[in-house]
């Protein structure tokens, strides 16, 4: 089999000729692998991270369930902003950092928050404040030599080429949270009703999206319906009113469609299995983490749930995946096998996303192991 049909094959309920293979490496271990800066691949896409990522997927030889790492978007949805520029406010050795604004009668707006693009690792978005930065910067400049790419079904029909045979390609529509700060927490304990309009306004558009994806040329493979750390930030009792409801239209309407859906949710999770397993149409969850960054028990949670939805899990992205040697991959990886392999439904992965430094040894060893230990 293909990794595209080993993973449709795992997916449908079917089982493959081993146990698919795919280990989170969304974003550092792409980057890394092209010896550049990342701040050539996330500011200047050269290339830009998806493509990055499927030329990872092809080094290491494993089945990509590529899971919304191309930001495929709509103009005709409002979806593209035609009013932001980015502009470049402070380049140093080690970071390059950058401002967006919006012009209106020759003045500029700008944005509270500023993306610091850094070396060595992915861009994070903070408040200009708190980086000492003025709101307003004193000077800047446009970014300049940008590769441009297509937006819309031409990116999706593009990363689709790109991945081919290799595996997935996942599209966005949904969300299982909508509180992420403490902010939205405390304004959401005074007075929730805010953030239940909110989920019903965004419910419209995540099912608007939903269908123009479905009627395009060249569908999604899969639809991704989830959040980081979905009880992180929210409680179960929040999740249920403001997250659940959203995963169950759109999984519905994905069993409708006839396409799968999947959730990925870093953090504690065993509690998210057991709802979307018994209360949705999910068709697929990851990445299960175990203690201490998560509370899954694999074996528990395949011998509860494992006829309703597919598992993807759950190697130590840490204590394994970096920190560890060859023979204790292997030997994870055949644990994790034995404890939910059988009758098919699962797929062999990491814990939220390997570390930059995860020696590819590693990663080999991995993919091997499902290849050989992971026949039916």
Not at 132 to 158: I, Q, T
Not at 227 to 245: C, K, N
Request: with cysteine; charged share 25%; aromatic share 8%.
């Amino acid at each position: 089999m293909t990794s595209r049909q080993r993973l449709q094959t795992v997916l449908s309920g079917g089982i493959p000729d081993c146990v698919p293979v795919a280990p989170d490496t969304s974003n550092m271990i792409p980057a890394r692998l092209t010896g550049k800066p990342f701040w050539e691949l996330y500011l200047y896409n050269d290339p830009p991270i998806w493509k990055a990522y499927i030329d990872c997927v092809k080094y290491f030889g494993f089945d990509s369930l590529m899971d919304g790492y191309c930001q495929i978007q709509f103009d005709e949805l409002g979806e593209i902003d035609h009013e932001s520029e980015e502009y470049i406010i402070s380049t140093q050795p080690d970071r390059i950092i950058t401002q967006k604004a919006k012009q209106a009668n020759g003045k500029y707006f700008w944005d509270k928050n500023v993306t610091v693009y850094h070396k060595g690792d992915p861009p994070s978005v903070v408040l200009a404040h708190k980086m000492k930065l003025p709101d307003v910067p004193d000077r800047w400049e446009k970014v300049e030599d940008r590769h441009e790419y297509p937006h819309g079904e031409k990116l999706l029909e593009l990363a689709k080429n790109e991945l081919s045979d290799h595996g997935l390609v996942g599209v966005g529509c949904g969300t299982t949270m909508l509180l992420f700060t403490e902010e939205d927490i405390i304004e959401y304990y005074d007075d929730p009703t805010p953030f239940i309009k909110k989920r019903d306004n965004i419910l419209q558009q995540y099912i608007k999206r939903l269908d123009k994806l479905m009627s395009l040329d060249h569908n999604p493979d899969f639809i991704c319906t989830g959040s980081s750390g979905t009880l992180v930030t929210q409680t179960p009792a929040i999740f249920r009113e403001l997250g659940l409801p959203i995963a169950k239209k759109v999984t519905a309407l994905c069993k409708e469609y006839n396409i799968p859906s999947h959730v990925h949710s870093c953090g504690p999770e065993a509690e998210l299995v057991k709802i979307m397993a018994e209360e949705t149409d999910l068709t697929v969850i990851d990445p299960l983490e175990t203690p201490p960054m998560g509370d899954c028990d694999l074996a528990k949670l395949k011998r509860l749930y494992g006829d309703k939805i597919v598992l993807k899990g759950n190697l130590h992205t840490t204590n394994v995946m970096l920190r560890g040697s060859v023979q204790d991959v292997i030997d994870a990886s055949k644990r994790a096998i034995d404890d939910a392999a059988e009758g098919g439904r699962f797929i062999l992965s990491t814990g939220d996303q390997c570390g930059r430094d995860t020696p590819d040894e590693n990663i080999f060893a991995m993919v091997e192991t499902a290849r050989s230990y992971g026949k039916y």
